[in-house]
């Protein structure tokens, strides 16, 4: 610039990003019942396929798991296709009830750079720390997982 006039200003500098590209979402209004210590799919699932790779997917899921008995840790999280988008062990939330029947809130969010323009499935995953039953939605509501393209 000069005295304060732009001359000259490379458009890279200044073009919007970070914008919506697309929002597609996925609801389940059945329940899925599991005993396993390992996580399992809970039908929960969405499909997107992005426009570019280099978007990012803003993944939003609103469910609840139930469990029945007494000290049962509950684990959620979120998979791309087969990828584990948490920690692993503890996935992206957990719960724990000391006694008696507890539905706990499993509201998870990620941020992905899934560096594709194929189609890929978001899925909510759930586990527990023993072999108690865990039910993702046990009264049959609507529970839903949203994806959000983010253009870069």
Do not use: H
Not at 38 to 53: C, N, Y
Not at 87 to 108: C, D, I, Q, V, W
């Amino acid at each position: 610039s000069d005295a304060g006039t732009i001359k000259r200003l490379d458009y890279s500098y200044i073009k919007g990003g970070g914008k919506v590209l697309q929002v597609v979402q996925g609801t389940k209004t059945d329940s899925t019942l599991s005993t396993s210590s390992s996580f399992v799919s809970t039908g929960l699932s969405v499909d997107i396929t992005p426009s570019a790779s280099n978007s990012k997917v803003l993944v939003i899921v609103s469910a609840y798991i139930d469990s029945n008995a007494n000290t049962v840790q509950k684990y959620a999280t979120i998979y791309r296709d087969s990828t584990d988008l948490g920690s692993g062990t503890g996935g992206l939330t957990a719960a724990y009830n000391g006694a008696g029947r507890l539905r706990s809130a499993m509201n998870m969010s990620i941020l992905d750079s899934p560096n594709t323009t194929s189609q890929i499935t978001y899925e909510m995953y759930m586990k527990n720390a023993s072999s108690a039953n865990i039910q993702v939605n046990s009264e049959s509501g609507k529970v839903t997982i949203i994806a959000m393209e983010i253009g870069a």
